[in-house]
């Protein structure tokens, strides 16, 4: 190993970004930037509930032996039944608690490539930032399908034109909801339409659920994911407890296989699901999982916190949306309204993005992304007043 090869690959750009707000001293700064949610002080609370799962945990003292390859099968079938709801494909498929929705998305890239590695991931434009690196770390290629107009719609006709050119076999990458960085969402119709086209194209889905209950009831959220459950012979999960139950740094997620009724394959998928992630970290930590298992186990409570976070979002985004209209913005800024979960993208490039900074200490991503949990109610009309005035400069 030769250190002087080293690439100047430069740091995260996300991560200088947060650095640079961490030092600007203007006191009327917003960060928009990372993707946690925060309440109405600023603050990314630990949920009442996580709260006394974890006394409840501390005081049954359970043993810290290592568990199985596959993580915490309380959790595996839980999350599994919470995001299928009453399905029959609950019957004939595997799943693995991951290192977080990070995990999944890696172990179940890994898995692609073991199965087929001159597969295409097809991956939406704008998409979540980490999607392709992930795919081609694990050895993947990644192509583009766009996903949306100029005035922040979905342009499912263009998404199906791109994707017109994948071959049988290839892997198209969806955010089950609350499309990150967009929060644009198929409605239920378009989901069918996007299910009926993987079906006759042979495509495989990979379903990336990382906000299921932030857009909507987490069983409408999952309305798209339980289509293609139904109507797909094979499809991939990724999910992640780090939003919905605020568990960000405990790292609990899940990837799933869905196998066809009659497959007799789903021991070999096990198999090789846990080589892969004995080669790699072996097994995840299982404090999170636990803490969810219980969540899971009598969810009302929960249900309710988590509503209380959903209910957050979407009132900012009608009193922003509200305010931009009565400003004459246009349909491009006032989408937000309409849009889901915590990201929207600002019609917005990179210059703007930065005018944005400089001149009114307003922190998003460069991309045009910002995070719509991190506003106080208190700052709506200013971020609209700027985000107006970026707008209409020539
Ligand atoms: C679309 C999407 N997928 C996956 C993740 C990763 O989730 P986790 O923090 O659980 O690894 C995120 C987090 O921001 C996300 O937005």
Not at 10 to 33: C, T, V, Y
Not at 290 to 314: G, H, M, Q, V, Y
Request: aromatic share 6%.
């Amino acid at each position: 190993m030769m250190l002087s090869n080293i690439p100047q690959v430069g740091g995260d750009p996300l991560w200088s970004l947060i650095e640079a707000f961490n030092q600007d001293i203007r006191k009327h700064k917003m960060d928009l930037i990372v993707g946690v949610y925060r309440d109405e002080s600023g603050n990314t609370p630990i949920m009442q509930v996580v709260k006394s799962a974890e006394q409840t945990l501390a005081n049954q003292g359970l043993s810290k032996a290592y568990r199985q390859l596959s993580g915490n099968d309380l959790f595996n079938k839980r999350i599994a039944r919470f995001l299928l709801g009453d399905s029959q494909r609950l019957e004939n498929y595997c799943a693995m608690q991951t290192v977080g929705g990070t995990g999944a998305l890696r172990l179940l890239a890994e898995f692609i490539n073991c199965l087929s590695p001159s597969a295409t991931v097809w991956n939406s434009e704008p998409g979540y930032i980490n999607h392709r690196p992930i795919m081609e770390s694990a050895g993947l290629k990644v192509k583009p399908y766009r996903w949306q107009t100029k005035d922040q719609q979905l342009d499912l006709s263009s998404s199906l034109a791109d994707l017109a050119s994948a071959a049988e076999g290839d892997i198209i990458l969806l955010h089950g909801c609350c499309h990150n960085p967009t929060g644009i969402d198929p409605t239920d119709s378009q989901w069918r339409q996007l299910t009926e086209f993987c079906k006759s194209k042979k495509l495989v889905p990979l379903i990336d659920m990382a906000y299921q209950g932030f857009g909507d009831e987490p069983d409408l959220d999952a309305a798209g994911l339980r289509c293609m459950a139904q109507e797909l012979d094979l499809v991939l999960i990724a999910s992640s407890c780090s939003k919905n139950m605020g568990l960000y740094c405990e790292r609990v997620g899940v990837a799933i296989v869905l196998l066809p009724e009659n497959e007799n394959h789903s021991q070999n998928v096990r198999h090789l699901l846990e080589r892969i992630t004995r080669a790699n970290y072996s097994m995840p930590p299982d404090h999170g999982a636990a803490l969810a298992a219980k969540l899971f186990e009598d969810p009302t409570p929960w249900l309710k916190e988590l509503s209380e976070c959903r209910n957050r979002i979407k009132s900012i985004r009608m009193t922003l949306g509200k305010v931009l209209d009565e400003m004459g913005a246009p349909p491009s800024l006032t989408m937000i309204a309409r849009q889901k979960g915590m990201f929207s993208m600002l019609p917005f490039n990179k210059d703007q993005m930065d005018a944005l900074r400089v001149k009114f200490a307003i922190y998003g991503t460069s991309n045009g992304r910002i995070n719509i949990a991190g506003l106080k109610t208190n700052q709506i009309r200013m971020l609209a007043e700027a985000l107006v005035s970026i707008v209409r400069q020539p």
